[in-house]
Each structure stands twice: as structure tokens, then as C-alpha cells.
């Protein structure tokens, strides 16, 4: 079991939104930063928001962070097929002094 | 542009050792953490361990504590990860990764294409 709860699965249709949550404690996602990674099939994790909310350079504005307290969620509007993949949230967890990872959600466009 | 080249995997005998290694270019190596992440077969990510941009600090996953040790040198640009007393579940591809601060989690900006290790007799 992670630390940080994610549903295992998401889908809806092309165009339309979807959100995933991870859910932590207040040692992990409460006061630290979360990151979000897309992993598409056979490729290594990409990032997708850092500092709760923040795109780097290149990751479109459909893709978008939030947090609050001890949960934060990924959401995605107009969606594409190329969006099929999988997602996880990751942040520190300070009384374990050690990183953590959501167990990842894989988003489906039906 | 930034490169991260992981390599080092194979198949081992549990109970043997090997070591990781990644080789890093198109940025300032020496002011950035690394971490190592691992991924076994049909899995999700795990993270494995952390070394600040000066190597003052490590750490790690308490499944691989005692057994992995991150390491790096900056003068080659290099990050490593030593794996002792390896078992069956170690198996996985490994990843290195930059993340965007020195010290801490503030998000993975790179990471290599990944090593394959297999721990099986």
C-alpha cells in the first residue's frame, strides 16, 4: 500500500475533464510540495506540475494542479487520446524523511 | 540539452551486488539533488533515495536502507547507486532523476531512460 491514495483508474470521454486525487496525511501532502509525473506506456515518468500548481515550460494549460490540506488533485480538461496514461502524485514525507509516491492512476479516453 | 544516462543494470544472483550509474550533461550537476526511482514490472513508481546537490545529505526508502548507498562526483558529473544484499523484489528498472532543487522535493525536471535489474538465480 502507498502512502499517498490515488483511484487506479479514470476515464472519460475525448473533450471532456477528469480529475485525479491523491490523498496523504499531514506529514507528506500538508506541508510539503506535491509534484505530478505522466507516465505514457514503455517511456520514463515526465513532469507534469511541480509546487502544487506550477506547469514547467511546455505542459499545456489543460493540465492543471491544486492542493488543499492533506489532498491535492491533477485535473485535465479537453481530452485527447494522446492523454492515455499513467499518473502519479509524489511528494516528501517528513516523518518518514523519505519521498513517496502515489500508486499511480491510469486515465482511459473512451 | 539536459541528458541523463542511466546504466549498470543486468541480471544477479540474490545476495550480490551491482552498481548503478548516471551520467549527466546539459546543466550544473553540482546544484542539483538526484534521486534514484524505481519501477518493478507492472508496477508503479517507488522512490529509492536522494542526494542533495553536495552530497551532504542522503536518503533513502526504508525497503533498500542498509543496503543501497547513493553517491555522487561532481567533478565526473555522475550519480551512483550501490546495490548490496539484492533480492528477488529489487527487481525493477531504475531511473535517475533531477529534481529541480538542491536539497529536498520540488518536483523531477529529467530523468534517464532507465535500467533493467534483475535479481534472479
Known amino acids: 500500500q502507498s502512502v499517498l491514495t490515488q483511484p487506479p483508474s479514470v476515464s472519460a470521454a475525448p473533450g471532456q475533464k477528469v480529475t485525479i486525487s491523491c490523498s496523504g496525511s499531514?506529514?507528506?501532502?500538508?506541508?510539503?510540495?506535491v509534484s505530478w509525473y505522466q507516465q505514457l506506456p514503455g517511456t520514463a515518468p515526465k513532469l507534469l506540475m511541480y509546487?502544487?500548481?506550477k506547469r514547467p515550460s511546455g505542459i499545456p494549460d489543460r493540465f492543471s494542479g491544486s492542493k488543499s490540506g492533506t489532498s491535492a488533485t491533477l485535473g485535465i480538461t479537453g481530452l485527447q487520446t494522446g492523454d492515455e496514461a499513467d499518473y502519479y502524485c509524489?511528494?516528501?514525507?517528513?516523518?518518514?524523511?523519505?519521498?513517496?509516491f502515489g500508486g499511480g492512476t491510469k486515465v482511459t479516453v473512451l | 540539452q539536459v541528458q541523463l544516462v542511466d546504466s549498470g543494470g543486468g541480471v544477479v544472483q540474490p545476495g550480490r551486488s551491482l552498481r548503478l550509474s548516471c551520467e549527466a550533461s546539459?546543466?550544473?550537476?553540482?546544484?542539483?539533488?538526484m534521486h534514484w526511482v524505481r519501477q518493478a514490472p507492472g508496477k508503479g513508481l517507488e522512490w529509492v533515495a536522494v542526494?542533495?546537490?553536495?552530497?551532504?545529505?542522503?536518503y533513502y526508502a526504508d525497503s533498500v536502507k542498509g543496503r543501497f548507498t547513493i553517491s555522487r562526483d561532481n567533478s565526473k558529473n555522475t550519480l551512483y547507486l550501490q546495490m548490496n544484499s539484492l533480492r528477488a523484489e529489487d527487481t525493477a528498472v531504475y531511473y535517475c532523476?533531477?529534481?529541480?532543487?538542491?536539497?529536498?522535493?520540488?518536483?523531477?525536471?529529467?530523468w534517464g531512460q532507465g535500467t533493467l535489474v534483475t535479481v534472479s538465480s
Open positions: 532523476a533531477r529534481d529541480r532543487g538542491s536539497s529536498g522535493w520540488y518536483g523531477f525536471t529529467d
Open positions: 546539459g546543466f550544473t550537476f553540482n546544484s542539483y539533488g
Open positions: 542526494i542533495w546537490y553536495d552530497g551532504s545529505n542522503k
Open positions: 499531514s506529514s507528506n501532502i500538508g506541508n510539503n510540495y
Open positions: 509546487e502544487n500548481n
Open positions: 509524489g511528494t516528501w514525507d517528513s516523518s518518514l524523511s523519505a519521498g513517496v
